[in-house]
């Protein structure tokens, strides 16, 4: 899990809806923008219609968050970001969604190809 610190707050959030760039992956969406914060910032959004309940919800946050702890260090500085999570996430496995979010950091320059 990631810090309390590196998660994005609710003002941040709304400033990545309002003027973020998007990059779409199999699983879910990228949104990010630059920020005034040295350290980089992401959280993880499921809609309803994604998981009915509550538990599937913050199940899909967790897995999303355990797999992007290993990469949260070499994470460009000055970023606001969040993964939206898409209806085919609920039926992938961990590992599908490990390389998704490892594609769309790549795919959108927030972490260099390794």
Known sequence: MLPRKAKT?????????????NFYGMHM??????????KSTLSFVVSKKVAARAHE??????????????????????TGTLFFIK???TLASYVDIE??????????GLISHK
Not at 9 to 21: C, D, H, P, S, V
Not at 31 to 38: E, S
Not at 58 to 69: E, W, Y
């Open 99 to 108: 390389n998704d979010i490892h594609n769309l950091l790549i795919k959108s």
């Open 57 to 78: 919800r913050n199940k899909l946050k967790r897995r999303g968050f355990s797999a992007i702890s290993q990469y949260y260090k070499n994470i460009r500085p000055y």
């Open 29 to 38: 969406t990228l949104r990010t923008i630059k920020i005034l914060n040295k």
């Open 87 to 89: 209806k085919t996430a």
């Open 9 to 21: 707050n609710r003002r941040t959030a709304q400033k990545i809806l309002a003027a973020g760039r």
